[in-house]
């Protein structure tokens, strides 16, 4: 309850302070002086960097009891209890797992089948060299998709605002936010992350993806809904704050799973990131629920693509199932370690940049947008700001190709060259589109061969990120990216990105870490094949640009996100790469370490940012020009002397009155035995307990008589007592 328990972090502008007090030592704060200080009901020692609006915002958050109120009315509902085994609770995480691995698939072939749409209509312009047209008919179709995306966040969603992983893990935390588990908050993110994805913005589906999953998760789980008014009279008792958080890191681990394929990775991912509430039977549930997430997508899209079946159905294809699949495993040597640090340092060095700059953007966004006073204005103005992006984010993929020339697919090891035609596929977009054209020749030894061409800049910005993530992590294409067309699009990809991220529609930042990463990594290797050359024995093989793209990679996501176990068990998940993971291990420890001394991670920050109150695992705060361990304080440092309390009866306009005066978000319950004892706690009520199953509620019900100046009476009647 949020007056109750008022200590909440919040740094930089409410730098890593609590209202708090010391102990009576002689280091420490006076605890009168302090008690004087929360005597408003908020201590300015934790808010003092704070505005008065963000203040307000900050008081209207409640937190969410984790543990249930061992009342009497809970011991009752116990007691009429008599399951004894977990089978229902499997078959929800069973079903949850299911109904996100469904979603991903859905989400993957709607964006797949919209970009290849788009660039299908614009084929014939850049086929004829109308590069203009091109640019003119691209932007027309992505202006549609990114009015819709970002109107389906702003006019639809309850929140007015996209929401995602901050929320998620500020709500495990546990804090109360309001709309976040809504069913339109479902269908307009599920809209706006589709279209977002699929108009050309630097983004990709992750973020969202962990949302909606967390969304079924709670969905499924309490099988209730305010909005439609549907209370279904099963799994009742899952209705409670406790299973119903168990619920929502399971579907945000399954999230992950489904859009990566990568089931132990989204186990690791909620338990280092989302969760702060963990035991081993919350894992083993997670782990079954990213399961059947990660097959439930392998089988669907083992024989379905563009909602077309393709038979096969069950054949579970590595190229299909593996997101980006090396093919070609190298065999490492001790001197790989140099360059993977220096990626491992850049990864930190760009990464803390990248946050930096990101918070810099939407701190910019929130004051300019938050100075207009009509609310409509205001969101029409979030939406014409993804408009401009989408205008700039159009112009550099159409136009910067056209300054790039055509250069052979595999300028290096012809004998890869045999019978590609899978490379012929994945070019020949970009290639029709900026008149790259090819030819076949046939070699001395008989063998057909294709003198494929294609145009860098464009298998590098045409399409989406994780196609161009798949050519950069291609072994054995030394000279295939020059230097120019790697570092334009490094430039270009880094800003944009930034600037998408946090403006009016769900997006995701996982495939443009990824991307930004690969790009700075394989500048890397090509660096080292420049020096010491193309290397075709066993011992220097390992000089290869695709095998630091993904070092790199991996490298940018620790250096924005401070994961390590998790994004590494990713890594290998999404390349099959095992013989890369002591490179990446490294690379993702010594990038966390760099970023770590410049900011916090841009989760963590946006955290702060959204000024959603969140309580970090180290008790340490900084008040008066000291760092103070929180361990040394009690729960009498934090709280008030003067207890508003409520009686078994209670008077209405009295009620209303401490409602009225008050903000805290919950009352203990007092009675007295006899006349002459003192009062006795009986339990507590909350301010609102609408959502609570009943569980931590007290009950009142109107009293017989009618007491204090005529006005009714309410009266607590807990079980036992009438």
């Not at 229902?88 to 964006?111: K, P, S």
Request: glycine residues 8%; aromatic residues 12%.
């Amino acid at each position: 309850m949020s007056s109750l328990f008022s200590h909440r972090t919040h740094v930089k502008n409410c730098e890593e302070e609590m209202l708090m007090a010391e102990d009576h030592g002689p280091d420490l704060i006076h605890s009168q002086d302090f008690r004087r200080q929360s005597s408003i009901g908020r201590s300015s020692l934790a808010y003092k960097h704070c505005k008065e609006e963000e203040r307000e915002h900050l008081i209207t958050h409640e937190s969410l009891d984790y543990l249930p109120s061992h009342s009497k009315v809970y011991k009752k509902w116990l007691q009429e209890k008599t399951y004894r085994k977990e089978w229902d609770r499997w078959l929800l995480m069973g079903l949850i797992g299911t109904a996100v691995g469904m979603l991903g698939f859905l989400i993957h072939q709607i964006i797949d089948s919209l970009i290849k749409l788009k660039w299908d209509l614009v084929e014939n312009y850049l086929q004829d060299g109308n590069v203009h047209m091109t640019w003119l008919c691209a932007l027309g179709i992505g202006l549609a998709m990114v009015v819709l995306s970002s109107g389906s966040v702003l006019f639809f969603c309850p929140a007015g605002s996209p929401s995602g992983l901050p929320e998620i893990i500020g709500y495990l935390n546990g804090t109360s936010i309001q709309h976040l588990f809504n069913i339109k908050t479902f269908l307009g993110t599920f809209v706006s992350c589709v279209l977002a994805v699929a108009s050309g913005l630097f983004c990709g589906p992750e973020g969202p993806m962990i949302h909606l999953g967390a969304l079924l998760g709670c969905g499924l789980s309490q099988l209730q809904s305010d909005t439609l008014g549907i209370h279904l009279p099963i799994f009742t008792r899952f209705r409670n704050s406790a299973d119903k958080r168990s619920f929502i890191t399971a579907g945000a681990g399954a999230g992950i799973a489904s859009v990566f394929r990568a089931p132990i990775g989204g186990l690791l991912f909620t338990l280092e990131e989302v969760s702060s509430f963990w035991d081993i039977r919350l894992a083993w549930q997670t782990f079954f629920c990213c399961l059947m997430a990660t097959f439930t997508t392998d089988l669907l899209s083992s024989s379905l693509y563009g909602f077309v079946y393709r038979g096969h159905f069950g054949f579970f294809e590595a190229e299909k199932r593996i997101v980006f699949w090396v093919k070609n495993l190298l065999d490492m040597n001790v001197l790989a370690f140099v360059p993977t640090i220096l990626l491992g340092m850049l990864g930190g060095l760009l990464g803390a940049l990248f946050v930096s700059l990101n918070i810099k953007i939407n701190k910019l966004r929130m004051q300019f947008f938050n100075s207009i006073p009509k609310l409509s204005l205001r969101k029409t103005s979030k939406l014409l700001e993804t408009v401009l992006i989408l205008v700039c984010t159009t112009t550099v993929t159409v136009y910067l190709p056209y300054f790039f020339p055509c250069t052979p697919v595999m300028s290096v090891r012809n004998y890869q060259l045999r019978n590609n035609s899978e490379i012929i596929n994945q070019f020949k977009r970009d290639i029709s589109e900026y008149s790259c054209s090819s030819s076949m020749w046939i070699g001395p030894d008989g063998v057909r061969y294709s003198n494929q061409t294609f145009n860098q800049a464009a298998a590098l910005l045409v399409e989406n990120g994780k196609q161009g993530i798949t050519y950069l992590f291609k072994r054995g294409t030394h000279e295939e990216f020059g230097y120019t067309s790697l570092c334009t699009a490094l430039a270009f990809y880094f800003i944009l990105s930034c600037w998408t991220a946090g403006s009016a529609v769900a997006s995701g930042l996982v495939i443009p870490m990824l991307y930004t990463g690969a790009l700075y990594g394989r500048i890397i290797g090509l660096i080292l094949v420049s020096i010491f050359g193309v290397q075709t024995n066993e011992y220097g093989a390992w000089i290869d640009p695709g095998l630091f793209a993904t070092i790199g990679a991996a490298s940018f996501f620790s250096g924005v996100s401070r994961l390590t176990i998790s994004l590494t068990v990713i890594m290998v998940e999404i390349t099959n790469d095992v013989q890369s993971l002591l490179l990446i291990m490294l690379a993702v420890m010594v990038a966390k370490m760099v970023g770590d001394l410049f900011n916090a991670s841009l989760y963590s920050s946006l955290l702060k940012l959204k000024l959603i109150p969140y309580l970090d695992v180290e008790p340490f705060v900084h008040h008066r020009r000291k760092w103070l361990d929180l361990e040394l304080f009690s729960a009498r440092d934090v709280m008030e002397p003067g207890v508003k309390v409520l009686h078994l009866k209670e008077n209405i306009a009295s009620l209303a009155r401490l409602l009225a005066s008050t903000s805290h978000g919950g009352f203990p319950v007092v009675c007295r035995p006899k006349p002459d004892h003192a009062e006795v706690f009986q339990g507590t009520i909350k301010r609102d307990c609408s959502d609570l199953g009943g569980f931590s509620c007290l009950y009142f019900t109107f009293a017989k008589e009618n007491e204090g100046a005529g006005f009714p009476v309410l009266q607590f009647n807990p079980p036992g007592i009438h």
